[in-house]
């Protein structure tokens, strides 16, 4: 699909470690768009994923950066003009770690030093993306930044830990950013809440395969996959979503509004051992 909806337009993507990478499959369509972009992601990501592929790929250049330095991502934001040759029209940040997730901590018995770096890394570095480009008017008006969000922001899910309060500090950093950028230069800064999606963080969290069939099972159109959320992210980017601000977007098939399903319930029963 190519209908070259984001021709002229300059980003930033934080966030492709490898090819299962949402960011990666962004760039992808964000090229086949028109755009041109400047790949970043933390030093220690770079030397273990596949980025100087997918540069090679979308020709692009890749600039370090560790998302929760304000002095990194000022650094990145200068690269960024400077080799895009203007302000920047959109920014993806596709980032989310949690240290307790990964040490297979419970959300009751956390450790809080890990605890703050993961909420750093989740999502007070949204908050550093938004104000570095602030305080170096480095975006355009209109620009729009994009974060990715869970839908554990709202709801329950048992084994989503402590990412739940990062995803939800995530989006309200949206909202209340989306405001003050948005009287300051008209730029839209939103969230989308995405299916369970097969990737190195999403595989990550305890349970993920019950979450992926269950969410698969439970939506009328099924699981949005890494390279749909990417045509959503476009759409974002583009100029036919100009007044889009400070929304937490679904993008799961439907999942966020459903109840209970025949598929679910059929199985549960039959689970039950009730018919
Ligand atoms: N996969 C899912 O099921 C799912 C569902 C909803 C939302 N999301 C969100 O989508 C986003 C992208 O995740 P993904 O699923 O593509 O996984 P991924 O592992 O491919 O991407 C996560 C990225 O975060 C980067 N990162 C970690 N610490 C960083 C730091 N300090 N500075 C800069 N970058 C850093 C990693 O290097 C990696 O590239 C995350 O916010 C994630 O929470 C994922």
């Not at 030093?43 to 330095?69: F, H, Q, Y």
């Not at 349970?207 to 099924?222: E, I, N, R, T, V």
């Amino acid at each position: 699909m190519s209908n070259s909806i984001l021709k002229g337009k300059k980003g930033i993507i934080f966030g492709a470690l490898d090819s299962k990478s949402i960011a990666w499959k962004v760039a992808e369509a964000a090229k086949s768009e028109g755009a041109e972009f400047v790949l970043t992601n933390a030093p220690v990501a770079l030397r273990m994923g596949g980025i100087n592929e997918l540069a090679e790929k979308t020709s692009s250049i890749v600039v370090p950066a560790d998302a929760t330095s304000v002095e990194d991502l000022k650094n990145l934001y200068a690269k960024a003009m400077d080799e895009l040759g203007g302000k920047i029209d959109f920014v993806l940040h596709s980032i989310g770690m949690s240290v307790n997730v990964r040490k297979g901590r419970q959300y009751y018995d956390q450790n809080y030093d890990w605890t703050m770096k993961g909420m750093d890394v989740s999502a007070i570095s949204f908050h550093k993306t938004l104000q570095a480009a602030w305080e170096l008017d480095a975006l355009n008006e209109y620009a729009s930044v994009l974060g990715l969000s869970y839908i554990a922001a709202q709801r329950v899910f048992h084994s989503y830990n402590d990412m739940a309060d990062n995803k939800a500090v995530l989006e309200s950093i949206a909202r209340s950013f989306g405001y003050h950028y948005g009287k300051r230069k008209k730029v839209r800064v939103n969230t989308i809440s995405q299916s369970p999606t097969v990737t190195t963080a999403g595989s990550g969290v305890k349970g993920f395969d019950g979450f992926y069939q269950f969410a698969d099972d439970l939506s009328p159109l099924g699981n949005a996959s890494a390279d749909d959320c990417a045509n959503y992210c476009i759409t974002l980017f583009s100029d036919y979503t100009k007044k889009v601000t400070m929304q937490n977007l679904f993008h799961d098939g439907g999942f966020s509004f459903m109840g209970i399903s025949a598929d679910v319930m059929d199985n549960y029963m039959k689970a039950k051992g009730e018919n």
